[in-house]
């Protein structure tokens, strides 16, 4: 990939630039995004009032409810009965919303940003952040009183008021004591440090690991903005797996000096050692690495499905269409990029030779636009063309 920005894509990449840079501002209280990062990203919370003023919320409470219903998204009811908690799993039924109390239940409806156009757009309002760390929108719709009692979270996240008013508590906490009676992660002691009403537009940044509560005061939505961060292990575990795809050790285990034995249970040393020297041959290097990490990150959700056109368009209807309006990758779609490789939905695809700068611009953008598309060489639409075929996007006028 070319170190440096062609002038013309150049030009509209400050413009861009600038314009977003303003756009977080506002979302972050008048604050660059600079200063939030030193100040307050992984160190500490931040309460911005009238983030996005007037913002009362693309979902109502009918809404939710169709979502929960659905069998391809992830949604959970958390109901409190005085200190006794319940925990259910979706897909739910009408039926289900009909039998709930008049207080104290919440209903979670997670990713929401897979399902709907709506939810993509609030979602992006956060591409100041890197898309390799943010992870999904989830939105509860919380009766009065209700919530999910006090917890922690191993990610960074933002609550954003949708309509109503909750009530967070919150604060640095050195007791993670979980209640192991419920079945929830609730803390067994909470000592928050701060208390505040949040109101429609009103936004709480919380860096991991900020003991949390948030109370309904009235019928309200909370849209949660979440950004992925693997643990450790899970991240070997995950890596150990994709090196099975990529090593190829030769030869097999031998032993023609191998002599009679009189423990027939025993591992001898002999075994060990030949065992051990075979596996120190696995190799693995920093373009190994990063393979993984843009085919992980980029890798969708066990849930998430894509939907190919029904009747997809010839090559070249699909080029004009391209050229006429542009195209837009699908909300489900992951388009990450490194120096060496493009990452499309977990599969790692070579820089073409030419044409590598407009397939950025269309990563970080995730649109592209007519005069852009129609001026891609043959390689690049090609390849377009075949993620049209896969469902990963679509031209701009559907």
């Given at each position: 990939m070319p170190d440096r920005l062609p002038p013309p894509i150049a030009a509209k990449a400050k413009v861009q630039t600038a314009a977003t840079n303003a756009a977080a501002a506002a979302l972050?209280?008048?604050?660059?995004?600079?200063?939030?990062?030193?100040?307050?990203?992984?160190?500490?919370?931040?309460?911005?009032?009238?983030?996005?003023?007037?913002?009362?919320?693309?979902?109502?409470?009918a809404q939710l409810s169709r979502l929960a219903q659905r069998d391809d998204v992830e949604s959970r009811l958390v109901v409190r009965d005085g200190t006794r908690w319940s925990l259910a799993h979706?897909?739910?039924?009408?039926?289900?919303?009909?039998?709930l109390p008049a207080r104290n239940w919440t209903l979670l409806v997670q990713g929401a940003n897979l399902?709907?156009?709506?939810?993509?757009?609030?979602?992006?309002?956060?591409?100041?952040?890197?898309?390799?760390?943010?992870?999904?929108?989830?939105?509860?719709?919380?009766a009065p009183g209700g919530g999910v009692g006090p917890h922690l979270d191993s990610y960074d996240v933002?609550?954003?008021?949708?309509?109503?008013?909750?009530?967070?508590?919150?604060?640095?906490?050195?007791?993670?004591?979980?209640?192991?009676?419920?079945?929830?992660?609730?803390l067994k002691r909470f000592a928050p440090a701060r208390d505040d009403v949040l109101g429609p537009g009103d936004m709480l940044y919380l860096p991991p690991h900020f003991a949390h509560e948030g109370t309904a005061l009235e019928a309200c939505t909370t849209y949660s903005i979440?950004?992925?961060?693997?643990?450790?292990?899970?991240?070997?575990?995950?890596?150990?797996?994709?090196?099975?795809?990529?090593?190829?050790?030769?030869?097999?285990?031998a032993d023609p000096?191998?002599?009679?034995?009189?423990?027939?249970?025993?591992?001898?040393?002999?075994?060990?050692?030949?065992?051990?020297?075979?596996?120190?041959?696995?190799r693995w290097d920093a373009a190994a690495v990063a393979r993984f990490l843009g085919c992980s990150l980029s890798e969708p959700k066990p849930n998430v499905f894509f939907a190919p056109p029904a009747a997809p368009l010839p090559r070249a209807a699909f080029a004009r269409a391209?050229?006429?309006?542009?195209?837009?990758?699908?909300?489900?779609?992951?388009?990450?990029?490194?120096?060496?490789?493009?990452?499309?939905?977990?599969?790692?695809?070579?820089?073409?030779a030419a044409g590598a700068r407009t397939l950025a611009q269309l990563a970080d953008r995730r649109t592209l636009g007519a005069r852009d598309a129609a001026a891609l060489p043959a390689p690049v639409a090609a390849l377009l063309h075949d993620w049209y075929r896969d469902g990963f996007l679509r031209p701009d006028d559907e």
């Amino acid at each position: 990939m070319p170190d440096r920005l062609p002038p013309p894509i150049a030009a509209k990449a400050k413009v861009q630039t600038a314009a977003t840079n303003a756009a977080a501002a506002a979302l972050l209280g008048g604050r660059q995004v600079a200063a939030f990062l030193a100040r307050h990203w992984q160190k500490d919370a931040l309460l911005v009032r009238g983030a996005i003023p007037g913002f009362a919320g693309p979902f109502s409470a009918a809404q939710l409810s169709r979502l929960a219903q659905r069998d391809d998204v992830e949604s959970r009811l958390v109901v409190r009965d005085g200190t006794r908690w319940s925990l259910a799993h979706g897909p739910f039924r009408r039926a289900d919303f009909k039998a709930l109390p008049a207080r104290n239940w919440t209903l979670l409806v997670q990713g929401a940003n897979l399902h709907t156009d709506e939810g993509d757009a609030l979602l992006r309002r956060f591409a100041f952040l890197p898309y390799a760390r943010l992870d999904d929108l989830m939105i509860s719709y919380a009766a009065p009183g209700g919530g999910v009692g006090p917890h922690l979270d191993s990610y960074d996240v933002f609550l954003l008021q949708g309509f109503g008013r909750r009530r967070w508590r919150y604060g640095r906490q050195d007791d993670c004591t979980l209640d192991e009676r419920l079945p929830l992660k609730i803390l067994k002691r909470f000592a928050p440090a701060r208390d505040d009403v949040l109101g429609p537009g009103d936004m709480l940044y919380l860096p991991p690991h900020f003991a949390h509560e948030g109370t309904a005061l009235e019928a309200c939505t909370t849209y949660s903005i979440g950004f992925r961060a693997a643990g450790a292990n899970e991240l070997a575990t995950a890596f150990l797996d994709f090196l099975r795809d990529e090593i190829a050790l030769p030869g097999r285990y031998a032993d023609p000096d191998l002599a009679p034995t009189r423990n027939p249970a025993q591992i001898d040393a002999a075994m060990r050692s030949q065992c051990a020297r075979m596996l120190a041959r696995i190799r693995w290097d920093a373009a190994a690495v990063a393979r993984f990490l843009g085919c992980s990150l980029s890798e969708p959700k066990p849930n998430v499905f894509f939907a190919p056109p029904a009747a997809p368009l010839p090559r070249a209807a699909f080029a004009r269409a391209a050229a006429r309006h542009g195209v837009r990758l699908d909300r489900r779609t992951q388009l990450l990029y490194d120096n060496h490789h493009l990452f499309i939905n977990g599969t790692a695809q070579p820089w073409p030779a030419a044409g590598a700068r407009t397939l950025a611009q269309l990563a970080d953008r995730r649109t592209l636009g007519a005069r852009d598309a129609a001026a891609l060489p043959a390689p690049v639409a090609a390849l377009l063309h075949d993620w049209y075929r896969d469902g990963f996007l679509r031209p701009d006028d559907e």
